[in-house]
């Protein structure tokens, strides 16, 4: 089984600022990782994800993260944020290769962008 | 990317009767759907996978007789809230996944409100 623990529920940040949302995960199998955006009574939507090679993944608006096995971390950065990049983001696993893409997780991060 | 579409987005329904979520992958045959309910300000629980043809598996706590899917094409899966009740209340989003693919989509999600 596997489970993800992302270390903030709210993270306010003035806009133009950099942001990082953390995610850690657990699993006794290998996975694959995502992070994704929710934005009030939405679906998700995917900002990136990692599956193998280069543990720097870019995504849309701007949006990166770097896996990092030892830390079994998954941590989703910004370098300058935007008033509408004020949403809930989650981080989740699924095992890799096991084709079902069952997704499990975090309880997500409140990103607050503040003027 | 392909496009998974929910209806209906917001339902609001009387406490013991019954309400259908449909849930279509318009531009893509989905080898297995996924129905998720997320409570206010808490994460994405997964509730039940299904395959087209086939039974759908349930996670553990999950009323099958309550929580009815079907899955009928490759295309359409429903969900059915039987006898709902306000604890029933939340946010139900579905992802469609296919083999081809190394992520699964999301619908818009359905907001039921049982009064």
């Known amino acids: 089984a596997q489970s993800v623990t992302q270390l903030d529920s709210q993270v306010p940040v003035f806009e133009e600022a950099p942001v990082e949302l953390r995610c850690n995960y657990s699993?006794?199998?290998?996975?694959?990782l995502f992070w994704y955006v929710q934005y009030p009574n939405q679906g998700l939507q995917l900002l990136l994800k990692y599956l193998s090679g280069s543990t720097l993944v870019k995504g849309i608006n701007g949006f990166e993260a770097e896996f990092n096995k030892s830390q079994t971390s998954f941590h989703l950065r910004k370098p300058s944020v935007h008033i509408s990049d004020t949403a809930e983001y989650f981080c989740?696993?699924?095992?890799?290769?096991?084709?079902?893409?069952?997704?499990?997780f975090g309880k997500g991060t409140k990103l607050s962008v503040i003027p | 990317g392909a496009v998974v579409s929910q209806h209906p987005s917001r339902v609001i329904c009387k406490s013991g009767t019954s309400v259908k979520i449909e849930c279509r992958s318009l531009?893509?045959?989905?080898?297995?759907m996924f129905w998720y309910r997320q409570f206010p300000k808490q994460s994405l629980m997964l509730m039940a996978t299904s395959n087209e043809g086939s039974k759908a598996t349930y996670e553990q706590g999950v009323e099958k007789d309550k929580f009815l899917i079907n899955h009928a094409s490759l295309t359409l899966s429903t969900l059915t809230v039987t006898s709902a009740h306000p604890e029933d209340s939340s946010f139900y989003i579905c992802?469609?996944?296919?083999?081809?693919?190394?992520?699964?989509?999301f619908g818009q999600g359905t907001r039921l409100t049982v009064v």
């Open positions: 989740a696993v699924t095992p890799a290769g096991a084709g079902s893409y069952q997704l499990t």
């Open positions: 992802s469609a996944y296919r083999d081809v693919e190394t992520e699964a989509f």
């Open positions: 531009d893509f045959q989905a080898t297995t």
């Open positions: 699993s006794s199998v290998s996975v694959y």
